[in-house]
């Protein structure tokens, strides 16, 4: 170790000559994480460089930054700096308006008292004023470095302290990430503030205060925001720590500013995180490595799920059409099992937590035929505890429920206009009753719900384990995925409790870290409509952002929830939605707050076979979503995947937005402008372009494809293979009677298999596939399985046979073994010596 002591160098300087300015500090440079961290003394500045010399984060030098004014507030566009905030907040129905009173920032000059070692640098940030800081930079695995600032004074009574870090912008650099944001995917030339909260019924271009806050959303309103970025630099960005955030994207002379309310962060420091990959999928795997990776949900979570209400009648006749229609559907979910009323068109749900046994009459045995039916029961669960409801008398003298600073229960205007608390989850005892609640659901034989809401935490609030409600406002969604984690995960909850392997949870808030807790994170409650502010196109924007917040399983609530402030969802928009809900994760319908005008699949039969065709392919695809599902918990990569993931040099992928990879070779395009029959689809730099459906291929670049209503545009790269199920299987429930359920077809496969490089997939049960050599299409009208040759097949195929048509030959055989073309080869491997398959083969 050693002691860089600047004032000592500066004396000597003064003596060696008295006309002279003193030259500066030299540089300290170590390296730290396997990175080269350069901290420049006088005048501060720190750069950190990746080992093959690129240069992930281009500290600022010092520089003057004005006092704010009632019109401005200048942006610190400067490296180091700290500053005090007094904030008048605004809360209404989740919403918060926040409006700052800053002072002005004390930007640190120099750095003094540096130490430098191996693996961590560390020293005072000063100024003329004295000590603004300390700052150190250390790591805890090799290709990833902490920036840690603490700041010098604790704030006065009443204010908050932000921490600010600057960088420069490089010209080329791009950015993905900040979590479920609806509006944007790249985010250069943005100011991005990050704070749980209601996103608000559609989205307004900016981020400024106004009168309707709590009806209209901001631009960066969120759910789910999150504290990460992905760089095109080869880098992930992260603040670790809770509470409020602001990223300036390159939106103010191209600076990234990363800012944050310290006073919320642990022992009141800013924790900034860089994660070198050097490609962009090795920084993510890092990454989520340190926050967290998603879990594997149960096999249920990739099944078609179907929403049901108005009781127990009604459930089992919608169920009784989901069989009569031969639709594939594992799973119905009822969130008004404790009651529900019309007010106008919108159906409300009652706030009581227990079942409506008038509403669902003989509700356990309604849930045992669902199961015989093949379908798994899913209710709904919140923790809003409404004022003098049942729930209260049980919560409220137990003080359960979040309190003022009085210790009288915090009570606001809820769902239903109506005053409302919500449980400390804060407090163990509350959270363990909470836990309890959704326990006794289980016992029933329910398998799963939705975890709703979690934003609405007041700021104001008193909290049983003492915490600053600023921080604990952003862990609140933490805390309700773990109180969730312990219902979804307990045991010896009786006989006819729900199996612990296939029970499932979705839920819509979050933070960074919330991976490892979450089943199933679904993108909210859109507006029932294809606007780009909050309608379809946001589920891809979402998704896309969550993914590098490590959100793996993913789905949307088909044709929407949100009625107010549109119409409700037409025949056009249950289509378009369904088509994207098939190529999610998780495909689930929602009766919106209008269930009787929203459209959906039983308004006509040309709506249901829609919708059971879209459904059947979204079951058939089984053996991938399982596949991709383990490899996001392996390696942080998610199912859904930003284009610049697989292609991080190709410039003209970052920019892309509204297409979204399935894993690492499927590319959807989805159709999401009303009236719409066709789209521009940009297909990147690949060995080849082949149709999802059988079709010529097509080569890279921006492409016009025709997309009619009920039909999406969907590519593979070639050189890919994907297995599917069968198409006859209906459920994956194994208790269902009469039904062809997963188990019933063992490994039996439909295996697509598209011409143009080497390729393999393994499946989570380790069946095989490998395609190697290279062959035209029609070198597959002779392939030979095992050897021999195969005949043409009959008009109704029995295997082995082979179908040649213009852009596919199937191959029906009975499998392991391999089928061999031209100097092409499909070994597939595993299973049972019986096994059919059919080798549907494209390409060439």
């Known amino acids: 170790m050693r002691r860089i002591a600047l004032a000592a160098l500066v004396a000597l300087a003064a003596c060696s000559s008295t006309s002279d300015p003193a030259p500066p500090p030299p540089p300290v440079v ?8 350069r901290l420049e003394p006088d005048p501060l500045r720190l750069v950190i460089t990746a080992a093959d010399g690129r240069v992930l984060f281009d500290g600022l030098p010092p520089r003057t930054i004005d006092a704010p004014t009632e019109e401005t507030d200048p942006p610190p566009l400067t490296g180091f700096a700290v500053r005090d905030v007094a904030t008048k ?16 920032w004390r930007v640190a000059t120099r750095a003094d008292r540096v130490v430098a070692a191996t693996d961590a640098v560390s020293f005072d940030a000063v100024n003329g004023s004295g000590l603004v800081a300390k700052v150190s930079v250390s790591t805890k695995a090799a290709g990833e470095v902490a920036i840690e600032i603490e700041p010098a004074a604790a704030p006065p009574a009443g204010s908050r302290t932000w921490t600010n870090l600057g960088a420069r912008c490089a010209a080329d650099e791009r950015f993905l990430g900040f979590g479920g944001q609806a509006r944007d995917v790249e985010h250069r030339g943005t100011v991005v503030p990050l704070f749980v909260s209601e996103p608000g019924i559609g989205k307004r271009e900016d981020d400024l205060p106004t009168p309707i806050y709590f009806i209209s959303g901001t631009r960066h309103a969120s759910s789910f925001p999150a504290p990460i970025y992905l760089s095109k630099r080869g880098y992930v960005g992260a603040l670790d720590g809770f509470g409020r955030a602001l990223f300036g994207v390159c939106a103010e002379e191209d600076v990234l500013r990363i800012a944050q309310d310290s006073t919320a962060s642990p022992k009141g420091r800013f924790v900034f995180r860089i994660f070198d990959g050097p490609r962009p999928a090795q920084a993510l795997e890092r990454a989520t490595l340190r926050f967290g990776r998603p879990r594997v949900p149960p096999r249920l979570a990739f099944a078609p799920w179907n929403d049901a209400i108005f009781g127990t009648a009604a459930v089992q006749a919608y169920a009784k059409l989901l069989r009569d229609k031969d639709i594939p ?27 409506d046994e008038t509403l669902y009459p003989g509700f356990d045995k309604m849930i045992s035929d669902l199961h015989q039916q093949g379908f798994a029961f899913f209710s709904y669960f919140n923790t809003f505890v409404e004022q003098d409801n049942n729930v209260w008398k049980e919560a409220q003298p137990k003080n359960y429920l979040v309190q003022k600073a009085d210790g009288a229960p915090y009570t606001y205007l809820g769902v239903k206009q109506k005053q409302t608390g919500m449980v400390d989850l804060t407090d163990p005892a509350a959270k363990a009753w909470m836990a309890g609640k959704m326990k006794e659901h289980f016992a029933r034989g329910v398998d799963g719900f939705m975890a709703d809401y979690g934003e609405w935490l007041p700021l104001d609030s008193k909290l049983r384990d003492g915490s600053d409600p600023w921080a604990t406002h952003d862990l609140y969604p933490q ?112 009766h919106s707050t209008s269930p009787k005008k929203n459209w959906a699949l039983d308004r006509d039969e040309e709506s249901t076979q829609h919708f059971r065709r879209y459904a059947i392919l979204h079951q058939q695809l089984l ?9 996001a918990h392996d390696t942080g990569l998610p199912i859904w995947r930003h284009l610049a ?8 992928s970052w920019g892309v937005g509204d297409q979204y990879y399935v894993g690492p070779s499927i590319l959807v395009a989805p159709v999401m402008v009303k009236g719409a029959s066709a789209r521009k689809v940009y297909l990147p730099p690949a060995p080849g372009w082949l149709p999802f459906e059988p079709g010529p291929a097509v080569a890279s670049g921006t492409r016009d494809v025709t997309a009619p209503l009920g039909e999406i545009p969907v590519f593979v790269r070639a050189g890919t293979i994907l297995p599917l199920l069968p198409d ?64 043409a097949c009959a008009a109704t195929p029995v295997a082995p046979c082979l179908d040649k048509k213009t852009d596919q030959v199937k191959a029906f055989v009975v499998g392991p073994g391999t089928l061999a073309f031209g100097a092409a080869k499909v070994e597939v491997k595993g299973g049972d010596a019986a096994r059919a398959l059919v080798l549907d083969v494209r390409g060439g």
């Open 645 to 652: 993931l697989a292609h991080p040099d190709d410039a003209a």
């Open 89 to 104: 907040v605004e809360m209404s129905y989740g919403s918060f308006q926040l409006k700052d009173t800053p002072t002005t």
């Open 479 to 590: 805390l309700w995925h773990e109180a969730v984690r312990a219902a979804v995960d307990a045991d010896g909850l009786g006989p006819a409790a729900s199996p612990k392997e296939r029970r499932v949870a979705f839920l819509r808030s979050g933070w960074l870290g919330v991976a490892p807790l979450a089943d199933v994170i679904w993108a909210g409650d859109q507006r029932t409509d294809l606007q780009a502010d909050d309608g379809l196109p946001t589920v891809v924007a979402m998704g896309l952002g969550l993914g590098i917040a490590g959100i793996s399983t993913y789905g949307s609530d088909i044709a929407g929830y949100q009625t107010a402030l549109t119409v409700p969802a037409t025949k056009e928009v249950f289509f378009r939605w369904t088509e994207v809900g098939a190529w999610s994760p998780v495909m689930r319908t929602h």
């Open 329 to 355: 559907s594992s799973a119905i979910w009822t969130e008004d099992f404790r009651g529900g009323a019309f007010v106008g068109d919108d159906y409300k749900l009652s706030e009581e937590w227990a079942v």
């Open 623 to 631: 053996p991938v979503w399982e596949s991709l599902a383990k490899q």
């Open 30 to 37: 170590t390296t730290v994480g396997g990175m080269s961290v």
């Open 728 to 791: 006859t299987v209906r459920t994956v429930l194994s208790e269902a009677k009469g039904l062809v359920r997963v188990e019933d077809v063992k490994d039996d496969r439909v295996v697509l298999v598209f011409l143009g490089a080497d390729a393999s997939f393994t499946e989570v049960g380790g069946l095989s596939y490998a395609l190697t050599g290279t062959a035209k299409l029609a070198d597959a009208a002779g392939a030979t399985w095992n050897g021999a040759a195969l005949a």
